[in-house]
């Protein structure tokens, strides 16, 4: 499997103004992406990407606000890196499914943590 670098880093919060402003005018990030219908925004901190959810997006059950939610690598071809986790029995959470402008898939590490594959077409 080949994955090309971290995509993005999720973080839950309560509070996404107060949040958004921080890493954008405190720490003088760029929004990068917005999908406000769905209450979440991609700012670039340089070597990756938070991924900020608002929390009233369908949260994980259990997962406690300011949680860190996943870790997602990039990868040029979803299907194909789908196919390598079944054959190498990696416990699946989703299959490869279309979400806004990307396509994802989620998996599990041994320790249960929430691993993402995203190709992004950009």
């Not at 789908?82 to 806004?100: H, R, T, W």
Request: net charge negative; charged share 20%.
């Amino acid at each position: 499997m080949k994955l090309k670098a971290t995509h993005h880093v999720a973080i839950f919060t309560q509070n996404f103004a107060v949040m958004e402003a921080f890493y954008t005018q405190t720490l003088g990030f760029n929004v990068t992406k917005r999908w406000d219908e769905k209450n979440i925004i991609f700012i670039n901190i340089g070597s990756t990407t938070i991924e900020l959810i608002g929390r009233d997006t369908a949260p994980v059950a259990g997962t406690p606000p300011g949680a860190i939610n996943h870790i997602a690598m990039h990868v040029d071809s979803l299907d194909d890196c789908y196919q390598e986790l079944l054959d190498k029995g990696v416990k699946i959470k989703s299959a490869p499914a279309n979400f806004m402008d990307v396509r994802i898939c989620f998996f599990f590490d041994p320790d249960g943590n929430s691993l993402e594959l995203v190709q992004d077409p950009a």
